[in-house]
């Protein structure tokens, strides 16, 4: 095959003769994924395992027998003409005839995509992922190198009704790339079949490759888990990692407000709130101060309420006796509310936080400093630990930190902030000094404030 200006674009490949040994033994690993019947399928495999000449040659056999175009996209056009190679090769073993092109994927695109044409009509088609070329094409697909590709939530939204026609065939394959991609989220999709092939088991199944040579090559301890053991790691951006957040976990900690401990005489208890209303939570995380450990002794969540409802839940925890004080987001829509706390329960009691980068990094800090001390306690929660995982610091182009957080679901990253208001409530608040007395409703038991 050559391009337009002549250049050769795959290599002479000498096709097999009848007196040829076999052109290669596929591994058991490799010939389970290709005599799948599974409709659409997951595969999480090492470097150097063979995920794009065994899923190329599955497509291939697959497209013949179902007599389906297939379609492939691969993270760039490099890697698709890397894939491509590999169909032509395995037609040429199994001495299919095919002929092939290479076009522009629209009028006056730059990008290139490379189309054979097999027995019957069938296409395959090898495109470089982006939203716009995954439109406009029905077939059965193969995702190459998934975690990869740029936009992958976008590309999935304008791929998936190529597969609704004719039961469309779906193929991922991928090495990871950390938690922050499509890739990882859809392996507990429970319409996919699910393959794990790490080296390791590569090598028991028949692989030629020295484990001992490529780690010690690799000398990254994260790349070497990643890469070749199949662990999906995201400990280099994420701002607390996995292991720093499991050891915060405690049984004494709770989602459920404890609102007899609120109601306590003598006890600490600081809230932290960060305001949502349609796109975003809001959260009210309440820490129980104990010496110099914070318990966790409720969260709760509000989504899509009302400014005055919300208004209405944060009062009746405001109220309570054991509230010495609260930080509440005060950027943008929560504006209005914060100043309305304020008025109500004074500015010794309520501090609005208008979140920017400086107060951002000051009160994330914060938290971060406490987990570190081993004094936080927080539910076994799993929304409560993806939340706080999600969060990313990275640097600005003028070098300052920039804290971003991946959206999960509702939420982003609110539990996290909103436990981080509720430490800074607490800083520079020492002990209550003094008893109080009372025969009437406590808006905060702090020392001094009625």
Same mark, same amino acid.
């Given at each position: 095959?050559?391009?337009?200006?002549?250049?050769?674009?795959?290599?002479?490949?000498?096709?097999?003769?009848?007196?040829?040994?076999?052109?290669?033994?596929?591994?058991?690993?490799?010939?389970?994924?290709?005599?799948?019947?599974?409709?659409?399928?997951?595969?999480?495999?090492?470097?150097?395992?063979?995920?794009?000449?065994?899923?190329?040659?599955?497509?291939?056999?697959?497209?013949?027998?179902?007599r389906?175009?297939?379609?492939?996209?691969?993270?760039?056009?490099?890697?698709?003409?890397?894939?491509?190679?590999?169909?032509?090769?395995?037609?040429?073993?199994?001495?299919?005839?095919?002929?092939?092109?290479?076009?522009?994927?629209?009028?006056?695109?730059?990008?290139?995509?490379?189309?054979?044409?097999?027995?019957?009509?069938?296409?395959?088609?090898?495109?470089?992922?982006?939203?716009?070329?995954?439109?406009?094409?029905?077939?059965?697909?193969?995702?190459?190198?998934?975690?990869?590709?740029?936009?992958?939530?976008?590309?999935?939204?304008?791929?998936?009704? %190529?597969?609704?026609?004719?039961?469309?065939?779906?193929?991922?394959?991928?090495?990871?790339?950390?938690?922050?991609n499509?890739?990882?989220?859809?392996?507990?999709?429970?319409?996919?079949?699910?393959?794990?092939?790490?080296?390791?088991?590569a090598?028991?199944?028949?692989?030629?490759?020295?484990?001992?040579?490529?780690?010690?090559?690799?000398?990254?301890?994260?790349?070497?888990?990643?890469?070749?053991?199949?662990?999906?790691?995201?400990?280099?951006?994420a701002?607390l990692?996995?292991?720093?957040?499991?050891?915060?976990?405690?049984?004494?900690a709770?989602?459920?407000?404890?609102? %007899?401990? &609120?109601?306590?005489?003598?006890?600490?208890?600081?809230?932290?709130?960060?305001?949502?209303?349609?796109?975003?939570?809001?959260?009210?995380?309440?820490?129980?101060?104990?010496?110099?450990?914070?318990? %966790?002794?409720?969260?709760?969540? &509000?989504?899509?309420?009302?400014?005055?409802d919300?208004?209405?839940?944060?009062?009746?925890?405001?109220?309570?006796?054991?509230?010495?004080?609260?930080?509440?987001?005060?950027?943008?829509?929560?504006?209005?509310?914060?100043?309305?706390?304020?008025?109500?329960?004074?500015?010794?009691?309520?501090?609005?936080?208008?979140?920017?980068?400086?107060t951002?990094?000051?009160?994330?800090?914060?938290?971060?400093?406490?987990?570190?001390?081993?004094?936080?306690?927080?539910?076994?929660?799993?929304?409560?630990v993806?939340?706080?995982?999600?969060v990313?610091?990275?640097?600005?182009?003028?070098?300052?930190p920039?804290?971003?957080?991946d959206?999960?679901?509702?939420?982003?990253a609110?539990?996290?902030?909103?436990?981080?208001?509720?430490?800074?409530?607490?800083?520079?608040?020492?002990?209550?000094?003094?008893?109080?007395?009372?025969?009437?409703?406590?808006?905060?038991?702090g020392?001094?404030?009625?």
């Amino acid at each position: 095959m050559t391009t337009r200006d002549g250049a050769d674009i795959y290599p002479d490949i000498a096709p097999a003769t009848p007196q040829s040994e076999p052109w290669i033994t596929l591994l058991p690993y490799q010939r389970s994924a290709i005599e799948s019947r599974s409709r659409f399928t997951w595969n999480c495999w090492s470097r150097q395992t063979g995920k794009s000449f065994t899923f190329s040659l599955r497509r291939l056999i697959r497209g013949l027998a179902r007599r389906r175009h297939q379609i492939i996209l691969s993270a760039g056009e490099r890697q698709s003409r890397e894939v491509m190679r590999k169909v032509r090769m395995h037609c040429q073993a199994m001495r299919i005839h095919s002929t092939w092109s290479d076009r522009p994927v629209m009028e006056g695109a730059a990008l290139q995509s490379l189309e054979a044409t097999l027995p019957g009509g069938v296409r395959i088609l090898a495109l470089p992922a982006n939203p716009m070329t995954a439109r406009g094409f029905t077939g059965d697909v193969f995702l190459d190198e998934f975690a990869m590709h740029r936009d992958d939530a976008e590309i999935w939204a304008a791929l998936f009704p %190529t597969l609704l026609r004719g039961e469309g065939e779906l193929d991922i394959a991928s090495t990871p790339r950390g938690r922050r991609n499509l890739f990882y989220r859809m392996r507990d999709n429970p319409q996919f079949a699910v393959s794990v092939v790490t080296l390791r088991d590569a090598i028991e199944q028949g692989l030629e490759a020295n484990e001992r040579e490529l780690r010690e090559g690799i000398d990254d301890e994260f790349a070497w888990r990643q890469e070749f053991c199949c662990e999906f790691l995201d400990e280099a951006c994420a701002f607390l990692s996995l292991d720093m957040i499991h050891r915060c976990e405690s049984d004494a900690a709770t989602t459920s407000i404890d609102w %007899t401990l &609120l109601r306590l005489h003598g006890a600490e208890v600081f809230v932290g709130i960060d305001i949502g209303r349609f796109r975003d939570l809001t959260a009210i995380w309440l820490w129980r101060r104990d010496d110099d450990a914070y318990t %966790t002794i409720g969260v709760m969540t &509000l989504e899509n309420t009302s400014f005055d409802d919300q208004e209405r839940a944060i009062v009746e925890i405001l109220s309570q006796r054991a509230v010495r004080r609260c930080c509440i987001d005060a950027t943008g829509v929560s504006l209005h509310l914060s100043e309305r706390l304020v008025e109500r329960f004074g500015e010794h009691s309520v501090t609005p936080i208008v979140f920017t980068s400086a107060t951002k990094s000051r009160i994330a800090s914060t938290l971060r400093i406490h987990a570190e001390r081993g004094v936080l306690r927080i539910p076994r929660d799993r929304q409560i630990v993806e939340d706080w995982h999600s969060v990313t610091r990275t640097a600005s182009v003028t070098g300052h930190p920039r804290f971003e957080a991946d959206r999960q679901g509702n939420s982003h990253a609110d539990r996290f902030w909103a436990a981080a208001l509720g430490l800074t409530a607490a800083e520079g608040c020492g002990p209550v000094g003094a008893d109080f007395l009372t025969d009437g409703q406590l808006r905060f038991g702090g020392a001094g404030i009625w």
